[in-house]
């Protein structure tokens, strides 16, 4: 069974730091590209970035370009995203997501980033 | 990078029809066939129902279709369920390796 299970949210001031994980199993992480995807309270889906499968590609949203870096351990089927400079805007809920062909077909429950003083 | 955009809101009665559009450019929805479709209950993770523009993933019903002309694409859901009431967002592709979701519509069964 696909499981996606994400850790790492928390309280963070305005501009602190915090790195997020998402721990995969039950498929061959190594092969899939990965994805991040958000959702402030109350607000839509909002696409993240992406790292394709030896991490040697990545794309970011504009709203996190040059603040936040995804990265991935294949040896230990981890997603990571690290995020910096984080902005009272940057509250939500973090998912991250398993891609085929363009679509993310498997999606963790998600973990919650609040930034605020 | 901005939203593609979905009526805010769609219904039907049980065993009716609701369909949602999703429009955007030539540089995501009319550019690429990677447009998908995804099922949120509230407090819940979404859920693929619709990828590469019409193609459905194993364990979802038939009555989810997709389809796409030009700029707009469309999620039609054929015999409303009480259980299809939900949010509903689509994605899609938008060139160097980046991606766009619609807005987002609420679906009521009436």
């Known amino acids: 069974e696909v499981q996606l299970v994400e850790s790492g949210g928390g309280l963070v001031q305005p501009g602190g730091s915090l790195r997020l994980s998402c721990a995969a199993s039950g498929f061959t992480f190594s092969s899939y590209w990965m994805h991040w995807v958000r959702q402030a309270p109350g607000k839509g889906l909002v696409w993240v970035s992406r790292i394709n499968s030896d991490a040697s590609s990545t794309g970011y949203a504009d709203s996190v370009k040059g603040r936040f870096t995804i990265s991935r351990d294949n040896a230990k089927n981890t997603l990571f995203l690290q995020m910096n400079s984080l902005r009272a805007e940057d509250t939500a809920v973090y998912y991250c997501?398993?891609?085929?062909?363009?679509?993310?077909?498997?999606w963790g429950q998600g973990t919650l980033v609040t930034v605020s003083s | 990078q901005s939203a593609l955009t979905q009526p805010p809101s769609a219904s039907g009665s049980p065993g009716q029809s609701v369909t949602i559009s999703c429009t955007g450019t030539s540089s995501d929805v009319g550019g690429y066939k990677y447009v998908s479709w995804y099922q949120q209950h509230p407090g819940k993770a979404p859920k693929l129902m619709i990828y590469e523009v019409s193609k459905g993933p194993s364990g979802v019903p038939d009555r989810f279709s997709g389809s796409k002309s030009g700029n707009t694409a469309s999620l039609t859901v054929s015999g409303l369920q009480a259980e299809d009431e939900a949010d509903y967002y689509c994605s899609s592709y938008a060139g160097s390796n980046n991606f766009v979701f619609g807005t987002g519509t609420k679906v009521t069964v009436l």
């Open positions: 997501a398993r891609e085929i062909s363009g679509a993310k077909d498997y």
